[in-house]
């Protein structure tokens, strides 16, 4: 059964680090692109970074770009989000998804297409 389970969230203040981590089971890892996504409440969910199958194609929401960096651990099958310089604008439930097919990770994170496999997601808060 595949499985993915995210982790790392929590209250930070603004300015502040996390590091999200995404475990996946169930599934050959290495064959699925993996994508971070976010939503806060009222808002519509969106794609924050997404990665590609070898963790050699990357892509980044225009507001996180500079702080946020995605990595892949394909023999961990874990999928890392640093954040850094958090801002209270980035206070939301973050979801990692993942995505058997040959598509680029700006598909998944533009919302062109939907990933078919979604975690529980994790509540980061920026508050002072």
């Known amino acids: 059964q595949l499985q993915l389970v995210e982790s790392g969230g929590g209250l930070v203040q603004p300015g502040g680090s996390l590091r999200l981590s995404c475990a996946a089971s169930?599934?050959?890892?290495?064959?699925?692109?993996i994508g971070w996504f976010r939503q806060a409440p009222g808002k519509e969910r969106e794609g924050v970074s997404c990665?590609?199958?070898?963790?050699?194609?990357?892509n980044y929401a225009d507001s996180v770009k500079g702080r946020f960096t995605i990595s892949r651990d394909n023999a961990k099958n874990t999928v890392y989000l640093q954040m850094n310089s958090l801002k209270h604008a980035d206070t939301a439930i973050y979801y990692c998804?993942?995505?058997?097919?040959?598509?680029?990770?700006?598909?998944?994170?533009?919302?062109?297409?939907?990933?078919?496999?979604w975690g529980q997601g994790t509540q980061v808060t920026v508050s002072s």
């Open positions: 998804a993942a995505d058997g097919r040959a598509l680029g990770p700006d598909l998944y994170c533009s919302g062109y297409v939907t990933p078919d496999y």
């Open positions: 990665i590609s199958k070898s963790g050699g194609s990357t």
């Open positions: 169930g599934f050959t890892f290495e064959d699925y692109a």
